[in-house]
């Protein structure tokens, strides 16, 4: 099969190079057509019975993270011309394309009875600005009797006032978002600047357009990276030029291809799929620097250099087929955590990867078909004194120090077994922003002064039509409020019983002293004196729903992580349960905190999985190869010990368990079993060749698979690498976890894979185990 498609490939070569780049083509329209996504991503499937309650939460109360908080921290709040900038920043934000409100102390209203029109009107606290600093002061006594806005708008322990901007959805949902969010940042800076005092900005909608920007920029630094540090690898390997140009096509061709399989899918770029075309150039060089390697050791053999092309795809296309396809598994099998996000991630790379593999089996052996034979300046890198020192050393630790070999592999095992046990489930949800970013310190500012701008929502279900009216319902849920506020990691509550407290007030003409529960009496009264609007223009209309069934409970709050998370949602839940009965009211924790935290529990427990079920695919593979599980349990050895060294690295530096650490363990696995694969291969063929004697083939197997992998070890380690400049945490670790992973499974297939090989000379059958095999990895020998 592999020799016709080699001929195949050479006879019909032209045309095969037309295809590609027309296929290239049209992934590059594709690749135009792209988008960012600027959300956060949707972990919990859309069956999820919480993720069911939140999306009925949303379409009843609307968006519950589309504002933007602005805050600064300054003595001099209360100003004459401090207040009244405030008061010309707040009515311009106001009146930005985009923006629905703004809410802050000079966008604060009262609730003003009208017993000639039998309503309470809705009345600007200011119209306009403030003529002299009696003024203010006077604004400042009177709005401090109106106990609606207390520690909502203002903390007079640490004189921090905000700005709450709510945003648009059309906005929030399309690239009209970043300009939007960068006017507004630009606006209040510029106040900042004019009073020399920092500006704090946070909110959902604030951290997500930063990270879709974070990202944005990311892709195209890293895709520059990745391909300028695999250019020069590739020169450095090989020292000649056209080597580096075509590993460079295949690359971009992989690139191009990302961007449009993800447009062509209707997918996003999150901050997941963002990392792909970077990674898909460094997972595509692998390819190259393999077929250049094999390329020229078959040349330097023969010397014939169509016969090297032909025994290019003929002898080595399915070795690497199943290399790509481990790599592949590595990738696709978290399509089984049962996310939106990791599916796609995994559809695309598994695609991607196994395109890639075609376009270099394919685009690589023909070009060379057009090219001049390799001269020997092209060849010499196989003759490296270096390279050669490293791996006659190699096979003299294999053969004098193997019990070294093994003992020092005993240690860094019990270490690594040890540290895994430090390693911590825990996850935030600005998880991946180093502390020292803007985004994070800012959060923290809001954290300190006003508990935190995160939503924590609680919705209440009476059952019935009206029940929110009912007074023993209003009185529940002010004394759930009640114990709310004795929580530290909340703001103030704020719910419909807070607004007919408000009314209430007003009713009493601004008597601070009514700022309360209005009795059984006098509730309907209130009720109908709140201004007569459409429902969708009610000051209610954000509290309660249409048929006053069902009610809103909502705190902003500190991002606390998810375990803390766990604990705070069940102490809040007993709570609810000792204050609402069950058979008359449904109660239940939701809003976009308590969604993205719990997602975490949730792709940790389906990545574990997922990697379980990696190994066993790649397992399963390995024994169609072999067609023995002895050889199976072998291979699986150099390839799990690296995994559990990276496993235990990660409890001694604190990096903690959370879905950025733990798909890397199905990456890596994915791709150092490639060595092992490409070890075993060669090690099959010096078996048949020295008549099964595994003394003799080890050594030679070495010398001939050693260079691919070293090559391949250090370029991907180059490669990930650059991932340790990202501005994303869970990115850095990717990076760099992944090319540690890398190193000791290069170490390990050329030291502790030979090792175990021949140490278990006597007890294994060469020719049973690796004679037989379900499929024929190595065909030269049917060749002339």
């Given at each position: 099969?592999?020799?016709?498609?080699s001929t195949f490939?050479?006879?019909?070569?032209?045309?095969?190079?037309?295809?590609?780049?027309?296929?290239?083509?049209?992934?590059?329209?594709?690749?135009?057509?792209?988008?960012?996504?600027y959300d956060?991503?949707?972990?919990?499937?859309k069956?999820?019975?919480?993720?069911?309650?939140?999306?009925?939460?949303k379409?009843?109360?609307?968006e519950?993270?589309?504002?933007?908080?602005i805050?600064?921290?300054?003595?001099?709040?209360?100003?004459?011309?401090?207040f009244?900038?405030?008061?010309?920043?707040?009515n311009?934000?106001?009146?930005?394309?985009?923006?629905?409100?703004?809410?802050?102390?000079?966008?604060?209203?009262?609730l003003?009875?009208?017993?000639?029109?039998?309503?309470?009107?809705?009345?600007?606290?200011?119209?306009q600005?403030?003529?002299?600093?009696?003024?203010?002061?006077s604004?400042?006594?009177f709005?401090?009797?109106?106990?609606?806005?207390?520690g909502?708008?203002?903390?007079s322990?640490?004189?921090?006032?905000?700005?709450?901007?709510?945003?648009?959805k059309?906005?929030?949902d399309?690239?009209?978002?970043?300009?939007?969010?960068?006017?507004?940042?630009?606006?209040?800076n510029?106040?900042?600047?004019?009073?020399n005092?920092?500006?704090?900005?946070?909110?959902l909608?604030?951290?997500?357009t930063?990270?879709?920007?974070?990202?944005?920029?990311?892709?195209k630094?890293?895709?520059?990276l990745?391909?300028?540090?695999?250019a020069?690898?590739?020169?450095?390997?090989?020292?000649?030029?056209?080597a580096?140009?075509?590993?460079?096509?295949?690359?971009?061709?992989?690139?191009?291809?990302?961007?449009?399989?993800?447009?062509m899918?209707?997918y996003?770029?999150?901050?997941?799929t963002?990392?792909l075309?970077?990674?898909?150039v460094?997972?595509?060089?692998?390819?190259?620097i393999y077929?250049l390697?094999?390329?020229?050791?078959?040349?330097?053999?023969?010397?014939?250099?169509?016969?090297?092309?032909?025994?290019?795809i003929?002898?080595?296309?399915?070795?690497?087929?199943?290399?790509?396809?481990?790599?592949?598994?590595?990738?696709?099998?978290f399509?089984?955590?049962?996310s939106?996000?990791?599916?796609?991630?995994?559809?695309?790379?598994?695609?991607?990867i196994?395109?890639?593999?075609?376009v270099?089996?394919?685009f690589?052996?023909i070009?060379?078909?057009?090219?001049?034979?390799?001269?020997?300046?092209?060849?010499?890198h196989?003759?490296?004194?270096?390279l050669n020192?490293?791996l006659?050393?190699c096979?003299?630790?294999?053969?004098?120090?193997?019990?070294?070999?093994?003992?020092?592999?005993?240690i860094?095992?019990?270490?690594?077994i040890?540290?895994?046990?430090k390693?911590k489930?825990?996850?935030y949800?600005?998880?991946?922003?180093?502390?020292k970013?803007p985004?994070?310190?800012?959060?923290?500012?809001?954290?300190?002064?006003l508990?935190?701008?995160?939503?924590?929502?609680?919705?209440?279900?009476?059952?019935?039509?009206?029940?929110?009216?009912?007074?023993?319902?209003?009185?529940?849920?002010?004394?759930?409020?009640?114990?709310?506020h004795k929580?530290?990691e909340?703001?103030?509550p704020?719910?419909?019983?807070?607004?007919?407290?408000?009314?209430?007030?007003g009713?009493?003409d601004?008597?601070?002293?009514?700022?309360?529960?209005p009795?059984?009496?006098d509730?309907?009264?209130?009720?109908?004196?709140?201004?007569?609007?459409e429902?969708?223009?009610s000051?209610?209309?954000?509290?309660?729903?249409?048929?006053?069934r069902v009610a809103?409970?909502?705190?902003?709050?500190?991002?606390i992580?998810?375990q803390?998370?766990?604990?705070?949602?069940?102490?809040?839940?007993?709570?609810?349960?000792?204050?609402?009965?069950?058979?008359?009211?449904?109660?239940?924790?939701?809003?976009?905190?308590?969604?993205?935290?719990k997602?975490?529990?949730?792709?940790?427990?389906?990545?574990i999985?997922?990697?379980?079920?990696?190994?066993?695919?790649?397992?399963?593979m390995?024994?169609?190869?072999f067609f023995?599980w002895?050889?199976?349990?072998?291979?699986?050895?150099?390839?799990?010990?690296?995994?559990?060294?990276?496993f235990?690295?990660?409890?001694?530096f604190?990096?903690?368990?959370?879905p950025?650490?733990?798909i890397?363990?199905?990456?890596?696995?994915?791709?150092?079993v490639?060595?092992?694969?490409?070890?075993l291969?060669?090690?099959?063929?010096?078996?048949?060749?020295?008549?099964?004697d595994?003394k003799?083939?080890?050594?030679e197997?070495?010398?001939?698979?050693?260079?691919?992998?070293i090559y391949t070890?250090?370029?991907?380690?180059?490669?990930?690498?650059?991932?340790?400049a990202?501005?994303?945490?869970?990115?850095?670790a990717?990076?760099?976890?992944?090319?540690?992973?890398?190193?000791?499974g290069?170490f390990m297939?050329?030291?502790?894979?030979p090792?175990i090989?021949?140490?278990?000379?006597?007890?294994?059958?060469?020719k049973?185990?690796?004679?037989?095999?379900?499929?024929?990895?190595?065909?030269?020998?049917?060749?002339?």
């Amino acid at each position: 099969m592999w020799s016709a498609l080699s001929t195949f490939c050479i006879r019909n070569r032209f045309w095969l190079l037309v295809s590609l780049f027309a296929i290239t083509a049209v992934f590059g329209f594709f690749a135009t057509k792209v988008k960012m996504t600027y959300d956060f991503a949707k972990i919990i499937p859309k069956d999820d019975p919480d993720y069911v309650d939140y999306v009925k939460f949303k379409e009843t109360f609307g968006e519950d993270g589309n504002i933007l908080v602005i805050g600064v921290q300054s003595k001099h709040i209360f100003e004459l011309g401090f207040f009244n900038d405030w008061y010309d920043l707040s009515n311009d934000l106001e009146k930005t394309e985009g923006v629905e409100k703004v809410v802050s102390l000079a966008k604060a209203y009262n609730l003003v009875r009208d017993d000639s029109m039998r309503r309470l009107s809705i009345q600007s606290l200011l119209t306009q600005k403030f003529k002299n600093q009696e003024e203010v002061d006077s604004f400042k006594r009177f709005i401090g009797h109106l106990k609606f806005y207390d520690g909502l708008l203002y903390n007079s322990d640490s004189n921090v006032t905000l700005i709450a901007v709510t945003l648009k959805k059309k906005e929030l949902d399309s690239k009209a978002r970043i300009p939007l969010v960068r006017s507004i940042e630009a606006r209040a800076n510029a106040f900042g600047a004019k009073h020399n005092c920092q500006m704090h900005f946070s909110g959902l909608p604030y951290v997500r357009t930063i990270m879709s920007s974070k990202v944005a920029d990311e892709i195209k630094i890293f895709t520059f990276l990745s391909i300028l540090i695999t250019a020069v690898f590739i020169f450095l390997f090989f020292r000649f030029f056209s080597a580096v140009i075509l590993s460079l096509v295949v690359v971009v061709i992989g690139v191009i291809a990302t961007l449009g399989c993800l447009a062509m899918f209707d997918y996003k770029i999150t901050i997941l799929t963002g990392i792909l075309p970077p990674l898909m150039v460094i997972i595509g060089v692998q390819n190259c620097i393999y077929l250049l390697n094999v390329y020229h050791q078959e040349y330097t053999t023969h010397g014939n250099k169509m016969k090297a092309i032909t025994r290019l795809i003929s002898k080595n296309g399915l070795p690497l087929f199943l290399t790509n396809v481990t790599t592949a598994v590595g990738f696709m099998v978290f399509s089984f955590s049962g996310s939106a996000m990791l599916d796609q991630f995994s559809v695309v790379s598994g695609i991607i990867i196994m395109l890639v593999y075609v376009v270099s089996l394919v685009f690589i052996p023909i070009v060379y078909s057009y090219l001049p034979p390799p001269k020997p300046k092209h060849t010499k890198h196989l003759d490296g004194k270096r390279l050669n020192k490293a791996l006659d050393y190699c096979n003299y630790l294999i053969y004098n120090r193997r019990k070294t070999i093994y003992i020092i592999t005993g240690i860094l095992l019990v270490l690594s077994i040890y540290g895994s046990f430090k390693v911590k489930n825990l996850g935030y949800v600005v998880d991946d922003l180093p502390e020292k970013d803007p985004v994070y310190m800012d959060l923290k500012f809001f954290e300190k002064n006003l508990k935190g701008t995160l939503p924590f929502e609680i919705r209440v279900d009476t059952k019935q039509n009206g029940g929110v009216k009912d007074y023993a319902t209003l009185q529940k849920i002010n004394r759930l409020e009640k114990e709310l506020h004795k929580y530290s990691e909340f703001s103030k509550p704020m719910s419909v019983v807070d607004i007919l407290k408000f009314a209430n007030q007003g009713m009493h003409d601004g008597d601070d002293r009514y700022f309360m529960v209005p009795n059984v009496v006098d509730i309907s009264n209130i009720v109908d004196y709140l201004p007569k609007q459409e429902y969708s223009k009610s000051i209610i209309k954000s509290m309660v729903d249409s048929n006053y069934r069902v009610a809103r409970i909502s705190v902003q709050m500190a991002d606390i992580g998810s375990q803390k998370m766990k604990v705070l949602s069940k102490s809040v839940q007993l709570k609810i349960d000792s204050i609402f009965p069950k058979e008359n009211y449904d109660v239940k924790i939701t809003g976009t905190s308590a969604i993205f935290l719990k997602g975490n529990d949730y792709l940790i427990d389906n990545l574990i999985q997922s990697m379980i079920s990696a190994l066993i695919i790649i397992s399963i593979m390995m024994a169609f190869l072999f067609f023995s599980w002895r050889m199976v349990l072998i291979s699986l050895i150099p390839n799990l010990i690296p995994l559990i060294m990276t496993f235990g690295i990660m409890g001694f530096f604190g990096i903690r368990l959370k879905p950025s650490t733990i798909i890397i363990f199905s990456i890596a696995y994915g791709i150092v079993v490639d060595f092992t694969i490409h070890y075993l291969a060669k090690y099959r063929h010096a078996l048949k060749k020295n008549n099964w004697d595994m003394k003799i083939a080890i050594p030679e197997s070495l010398i001939e698979a050693g260079p691919s992998i070293i090559y391949t070890a250090v370029a991907l380690f180059a490669g990930f690498i650059i991932f340790a400049a990202s501005n994303f945490g869970g990115t850095v670790a990717l990076g760099v976890l992944t090319s540690l992973s890398l190193i000791f499974g290069m170490f390990m297939n050329l030291l502790l894979l030979p090792s175990i090989l021949l140490s278990l000379e006597k007890s294994i059958n060469a020719k049973k185990e690796l004679g037989v095999t379900l499929i024929e990895i190595d065909p030269e020998d049917s060749e002339d």
